[in-house]
Structures are given as C-alpha cells and as structure tokens.
C-alpha cells in the first residue's frame, strides 16, 4: 500500500452506538488516499465490539487505551500517522463525503495554510439536522482571530503540529483552543464556507463539561501571553465605587457572606500575580477605611470627584488619572472590576487581560451568550434581531455585556475612549454572571455567598 496523503482518526468514549456511522462515513470518502486510526478510550460499552466488526480492513487500525483523555489521544494518533495532513472525527460525529477532497485540496494548493476547517451541520441523537453552522471567511470578513475551530474536523499538517509541540495533555480539555493558541501567530489559517461534516448533540459530548473547558481555556491563554505582558507593564486593576446612584447608597459597603462587597473584590485582585497595582477609586472617604484594612502594598485609595460617579458621566477621565500615576506614558494596561458583580473569580479576572492581548483588540469584556430569541421593534411589529432559522453564521450570535469586567490599553486614555475601536469578548461561566443592581438581586447573592452578616 502507498504512502497515505491524510491521517484520519476516531476517539470513542462510550460512544459505540454511534460509531458504525463514523467509521462508514469515513470509508465513504471520495478520495481513498487515507489512513484511519479508531481508538477506544476506555469505553464501557460496545465501543470494542463495533471497532472488530472492521479490524480486517486494509487501511484501518485499531488502538486501545486506558481513559488516558482525548488530548492524550490525539498525540497518540499524532505519534503514529503517516499522512502529510491529520483530521480528528469525533466518534459520535459523520463526515460528509467530500471532506477529505475539499479540505486536503486547500492545503495542497496553499502551502503557507497550516490548517483549515469547515462549516458544519447541527444534529440530533438520531442524525436529524436542525441547524447549519456558518463562520465568516477568515483575513476577509473575519478579521479577530479569538474563536478557535473545532478540534474536530480540522486538517492540519502533521509537520506543523508536530513542531508546535502537539496537544497539551495537562489540561485534559480544549484541543481546539489549545491548537488555535499555538498555530494562529506563526501561520496562516483558513477555513471554506461549505457544511463538510455532522455535529451530533446529544447530552454526552466530550465538551459537555463546561467548567473543565473553561478552565482550560483560561489557563491557555494565560501561559500564551505570560511573555508578552513584559511589554505591557504595568497591569492595574481598578475597582470603582460611589456613594449615590445605586439602588442603595454605598453599596460597596453592603456585606455579603460576612464581608462587605468591596473587601470581597480586593481580595479576589489581590489574589492574582498579574496586578502591578489594585486601587479603589471612591467619592466617600470613608472607602480608604476599608483600604487600610490590607497590607499589600500593591493596594492603594484613590478619591473620585462626585461628578465623576454619575451613571452618565465617563469614567475615562478617572481612570486616566489613576493610570499616569503608575504608568506616565500610558504603555500598559487597566482592568476595571466592577463590584456589583461579586461572584467573578479571580480566573475570570486574568482572563480580560489575555484576551484582549492574544486576540490583538484593543479592550476586551465580559460577556454571557443570549440563547433565547430577541426582538425590535419596526414599524410593521416586532422583528427577530437573531434569527433562529436552520441557517445561521458566527456572526449572528448575541452576547449581552454583563458590566462586570473590562481590560483596556491605557492608550485609549489619550483619545478620551475606554475601549478603543476594536473590542473583543470572553464567555464568563454562567455562575459568575449575576449583577446586583437591586435590592432582590442583593439578597440572592447573600443567600448564595451563606448569609448576610
């Protein structure tokens, strides 16, 4: 047999009862130039006894493993493949027949594309397709690179992604993002506007576990920029306060699960390694009581003109202010904490910074996904403002900001802006997403934070 062009390979979890139909859609291909690994991750099903049913065919072979994680999996493949390009199919995912022609035929007539993926189809447990998954055409229509592919059901040379290291197996999630964050600086990327593969939902997926997946995510982007915020010092966090204009007056001082909101937010900033400095900006004196309650140097009271705590009023100018203090050439970079978010976690935090500094943006914010449909009204009545029709692109998402954390350049000081043109989001895990703006909001978070006193 000659020498396989593109290595294929599917990681099965439990996922036997779908399996035939990846490994059929596989030997369905239009070009035959492939290999394909099947590998059984430690599956307490059938898995094995479907991946017999094609142990004698020519160009397939069979692994076993021991639960050993998908990352893990994937540098196994990595490790035995011969093809000059490599494709993961999810064991409970299809191909479309096309996909190793269309997707190997682009990296063979671009030889600067490290990679390129698809569009897709959204289907259900029993292959029924809902939804048709569109991304914007990458250097055209798309100009941030801060939303990885899939892991899946992207071809990548095998020479590159053997030079970047392979798969990072210590996070045990994130193979997409991990792949993005290595590959994105150093070489080209694209993907085709042509639905080449099924994506099946089904309540199991191997990225179901969203707070694995968002740790791991936060953690890659973290070790991604450690080195360039050299560049950037310093990194002040800024947490502002007021005495009026909230549903209750110094809500700073309101006390949550035995500690005010403000003691509450110093020390989840305090408790990262990425603040040069933490200050709390108030127009009540009576903050800086609270201020001397810590020791860290690093923390320090900054008095706000009442002008400036107007819900109206621009808070640039106070920041603006703050920042020359410690950076007097505004070359580094502002994260402003808003307490009223009180259950963002310190990860949440560092993660505004590495975003905004890995996508190349000029400020970054925290955002939560709108899944329900929203409307406006027009002068014919109300009008969907994000479809949910069966045909849908990256860009027809919502996101609604949650006022809870944004990073700037303080650059974007000197033009009067506190986000600059270019903006750019990060999902904050549904737990942390409550904003208290009322008295009710309020005691929710107490009665999750274990008490008021």
């Not at 009545?381 to 949650?402: A, H, T």
């Amino acid at each position: 047999m000659s020498k396989p062009r593109i290595t294929v390979y599917i990681p099965s979890h439990n996922y036997g009862r779908f399996l035939s139909e990846a490994i059929e859609s596989v030997l369905r291909q239009s070009v035959t130039d492939w290999e394909l690994f099947v590998i059984d991750d430690g599956s307490t099903d059938d898995t094995a006894a479907v991946m017999k049913l094609y142990e004698a065919h020519p160009t397939i072979r069979l692994f076993s493993t021991g639960g050993i994680g998908l990352t893990a999996v994937c540098n196994l493949a990595l490790s035995h493949a011969q093809g000059d390009y490599i494709v993961r199919l999810d064991g409970d995912d299809v191909f479309d027949e096309n996909i190793l022609l269309v997707l190997g035929h682009v990296l063979e007539s671009n030889p600067e594309m490290a990679l390129v993926f698809p569009d897709y189809y959204m289907v259900d447990p029993f292959g029924e397709v809902y939804s048709t998954e569109r991304r914007k055409k990458l250097y055209t229509d798309n100009h941030t690179f801060d939303t990885p592919p899939h892991g899946a059901c992207t071809m990548i040379r095998v020479s590159v992604l053997k030079e970047v290291g392979g798969y990072r197996e210590d996070l045990k999630a994130q193979d997409g993002f991990d792949l993005w964050s290595k590959i994105f600086e150093r070489y080209k990327s694209t993907n085709v506007n042509l639905p080449l593969f099924y994506y099946r939902q089904h309540g199991n997926n191997l990225t179901t576990n969203s707070q694995r997946i968002f740790n791991a995510r936060r953690q890659i982007k973290k070790d991604f920029v450690r080195d360039k915020l050299k560049d950037l010092l310093p990194v002040i966090a800024v947490i502002p306060c007021r005495r009026n204009f909230d549903f209750v007056t110094d809500l700073w001082n309101e006390k949550m699960g035995g500690k005010t909101l403000l003691e509450r937010e110093i020390e989840v900033c305090l408790s990262s390694d990425l603040f040069n400095y933490v200050v709390v900006a108030s127009d009540n004196p009576l903050t800086e009581e609270t201020v001397k309650k810590f020791s860290d140097k690093r923390l320090s009271f900054a008095l706000r003109d009442s002008q400036s705590t107007i819900r109206s009023a621009s808070i640039v100018p106070t920041l603006e202010s703050i920042a020359k203090k410690f950076d007097p050439d505004l070359n580094g970079i502002t994260v402003i904490r808003y307490l009223q978010s009180p259950f963002v976690t310190v990860g949440s935090i560092e993660e505004s910074v590495a975003t905004m500094v890995m996508s190349g943006a000029d400020s970054s914010t925290a955002v939560e996904e709108i899944v329900s449909q929203v409307f406006r009204r027009t002068r014919y009545g109300m009008e969907p403002v994000n479809p949910q029709g069966e045909f849908r692109s990256d860009f027809d998402l919502l996101y609604r900001d949650l006022l809870s954390c944004v990073a700037t350049y303080n650059r974007n000081f000197r033009s009067g802006s506190l986000t600059g043109r270019s903006i750019v989001s990060y999902v904050m895990p549904p737990a942390e997403c409550l904003n208290i703006d009322t008295e009710q909001k309020l005691q929710i978070a107490r009665v999750v934070a274990g008490g008021a006193s």
